[in-house]
């Protein structure tokens, strides 16, 4: 499959790890976040999405977190499996705008 | 699946050639979105349509067109192709009545546009 980057940040876990991803954005006008798992060979695959009036939400196996005050987000993924390796965006939002900008991705890298 | 569908999957073709790229959205989906990842800018938004008219544009070149017809499908048209215009070319589409911001983004498979 291709790939989707040759210098991406990368995070190697164990199976059965918890694994924690994180994304720093600048534009304070965003206010709509999501994640985004991309397989090799395959599009972005929505994952989890959160607004900006909510720190934080959870999904199955899946928490984001958002930090206002530093511009934050992070992605937690418990109980890591082998299917969850893959590259991980972040996507920001910002208000008035109807695109989204998506940061460099972070590679995820589970080992039976 | 994402019911957005992208052909051609893969495309080889020359430099100075001229390709196009079909986006059939999801069904009910107002909104096309043309991504551009390469290895070293990452996705990058290209260009957005609603409803068949432009509705954003970002760093898309003046050699690349792109247009949404009446049935909701997107074509983009990458012409006088250079090495750099290799890259994987993805088309989204929102959710429903998608004129709002805040909506996800539902992807296609991508097209692996090859320039040799």
């Known amino acids: 499959g291709e790939s989707v980057g040759l210098h991406l940040p990368t995070l190697s876990v164990q199976e059965g790890d918890n694994s924690i991803i994180n994304c720093a954005y600048s534009?304070?006008?965003?206010?709509?976040f999501i994640w985004y798992k991309q397989e090799s060979g395959k599009g972005p695959q929505f994952i989890i999405d959160i607004r900006s009036n909510m720190d934080k939400r959870q999904g199955q196996r899946v928490t984001v977190l958002l930090n206002k005050t530093v511009k934050h987000l992070s992605l937690q993924i418990a109980a890591t499996q082998p299917g969850d390796s893959a590259v991980y965006f972040c996507?920001?939002?910002?208000?008035?705008?109807?695109?989204?900008?998506f940061g460099k991705g972070t590679m995820l890298l589970v080992s039976p | 699946d994402s019911g957005v569908t992208q052909t051609p999957k893969h495309l080889i073709t020359a430099t100075g050639q001229r390709v196009t790229l079909r986006c059939s959205p999801r069904s009910g989906d107002l909104s096309v979105y043309w991504y551009q990842q390469s290895l070293d800018q990452g996705l990058q938004f290209l260009i957005q349509y609603y409803n068949g008219e432009e509705r954003a544009k970002g760093n898309i070149l003046e050699r690349f067109s792109a247009q949404q017809f009446p049935d909701l499908h997107s074509e983009l048209n990458l012409s006088s192709l250079e090495l750099g215009d290799s890259a994987l070319y993805f088309c989204?589409?929102?959710?429903?009545?998608?004129?709002?911001?805040?909506?996800?983004?539902?992807f296609g498979s991508g097209t692996q546009l090859s320039v040799l």
């Open positions: 534009n304070s006008a965003s206010d709509y």
């Open positions: 989204a589409s929102s959710q429903p009545g998608a004129r709002a911001t805040n909506e996800k983004l539902f």
């Open positions: 996507a920001e939002n910002i208000r008035g705008y109807s695109t989204l900008t």
